[in-house]
């Protein structure tokens, strides 16, 4: 529309409903984890992630995050298992944070937000001809999120962090070659998931999401370098800072959230 969706007063996730009927749909996200309430499935088979091949290929600001795009014309980048029946492709990853460590992620497990969260979204090529195609199919997405928690520097992440000052304005994009995205992952890889969508406009409902139970643990530096980045272009005179970039947990609406792990 005439304006565009976004994270202030007059364009946040409570008026995205305006311009997007499915922000009340069935299966939104992100949703609070309520461990108590999740269901231990013993048949759920580990993620298996295969990105040694990945071809990454630049670094954008696209005006709601910062985000690292894939080539993704075979499955050289892929992830399998968990509940997953196919190989999914990964095609970009980005983060969510906040504007100080007490809040900043998407999902909260037990009304508990961490200070980022970073999403690994993939689509369903063996199904679907296009991500465009597959975004808005009920088995199209896997997004496999991690919670980014501030401890020691990461030191993977550091080439990342280090190149955000390339990307500052809204629609600037950078070189970002050979980045292997695995190497973000911590190393027990538990999970919980849950049929969910987007947790942005369109706000489709097509993610099967897959929340590691183990933070990315990185250095209040690292984090401040995310909030120096802006939500608007170079020329525009007000320039807002990018933080607080994230949608609150939505109704689970008799959702069940299997876990990986007893
Ligand atoms: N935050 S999230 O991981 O749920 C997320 C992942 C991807 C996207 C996304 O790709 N949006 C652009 C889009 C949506 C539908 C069809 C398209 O071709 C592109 C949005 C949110
Ligand atoms: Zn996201």
């Given at each position: 529309?005439?304006?565009?969706?976004?994270?202030?007063?007059?364009?946040?996730?409570?008026?995205?409903?305006?311009?997007?009927?499915?922000?009340?749909?069935?299966?939104?996200?992100?949703?609070?984890?309520?461990?108590?309430?999740?269901?231990?499935?013993?048949?759920?088979?580990?993620?298996?992630?295969?990105?040694?091949?990945?071809?990454?290929?630049?670094?954008?600001?696209?005006?709601?995050?910062?985000?690292?795009?894939?080539?993704?014309?075979d499955d050289k980048t892929v992830i399998r298992g968990g509940p997953l029946e196919f190989p999914y492709r990964l095609k970009q990853f980005h983060f969510h944070w906040g504007g100080k460590d007490s809040r900043g992620?998407?999902?909260?497990?037990?009304?508990?937000?961490?200070?980022?969260?970073?999403?690994?979204?993939?689509?369903?090529?063996?199904?679907?001809?296009?991500?465009?195609?597959?975004?808005?199919?009920?088995?199209?997405?896997?997004?496999?999120?991690?919670?980014?928690?501030?401890?020691?520097?990461?030191?993977?992440?550091?080439?990342?962090?280090?190149?955000?000052?390339?990307?500052?304005?809204?629609?600037?994009?950078?070189?970002?070659?050979?980045?292997?995205?695995?190497?973000?992952?911590?190393?027990?890889?538990?999970?919980?998931?849950?049929?969910?969508?987007?947790?942005?406009?369109?706000?489709?409902?097509?993610?099967?999401?897959?929340?590691?139970?183990?933070?990315?643990?990185?250095?209040?530096?690292?984090?401040?370098?995310?909030?120096?980045?802006?939500?608007?272009?170079?020329?525009?005179?007000?320039?807002?800072?990018?933080?607080?970039?994230?949608?609150?947990?939505?109704?689970?609406?008799?959702?069940?959230?299997?876990?990986?792990?007893?």
């Amino acid at each position: 529309g005439h304006h565009c969706w976004g994270y202030g007063e007059e364009n946040g996730p409570s008026d995205w409903y305006k311009d997007y009927s499915l922000a009340n749909g069935d299966r939104q996200s992100p949703i609070d984890i309520q461990s108590e309430q999740t269901v231990y499935n013993s048949s759920l088979k580990p993620i298996w992630v295969s990105y040694d091949a990945c071809t990454s290929l630049s670094i954008c600001n696209n005006g709601h995050s910062v985000m690292v795009e894939y080539e993704d014309c075979d499955d050289k980048t892929v992830i399998r298992g968990g509940p997953l029946e196919f190989p999914y492709r990964l095609k970009q990853f980005h983060f969510h944070w906040g504007g100080k460590d007490s809040r900043g992620s998407e999902h909260t497990v037990n009304g508990k937000s961490y200070p980022g969260e970073l999403h690994l979204v993939h689509w369903n090529a063996a199904k679907y001809k296009s991500f465009d195609e597959a975004a808005s199919a009920p088995d199209g997405l896997a997004v496999l999120g991690v919670f980014l928690e501030t401890g020691e520097k990461h030191s993977v992440l550091h080439r990342l962090t280090d190149a955000l000052y390339m990307v500052r304005f809204k629609e600037t994009k950078a070189q970002f070659k050979d980045f292997n995205p695995s190497g973000l992952l911590p190393d027990c890889l538990d999970y919980w998931t849950y049929r969910g969508s987007l947790t942005t406009p369109p706000l489709h409902e097509s993610v099967t999401w897959l929340m590691l139970k183990e933070p990315l643990y990185l250095s209040e530096k690292q984090m401040e370098k995310f909030r120096t980045l802006f939500f608007s272009g170079e020329e525009e005179g007000l320039r807002t800072r990018m933080m607080d970039n994230f949608r609150p947990p939505q109704p689970l609406k008799g959702r069940t959230v299997e876990a990986s792990f007893r």
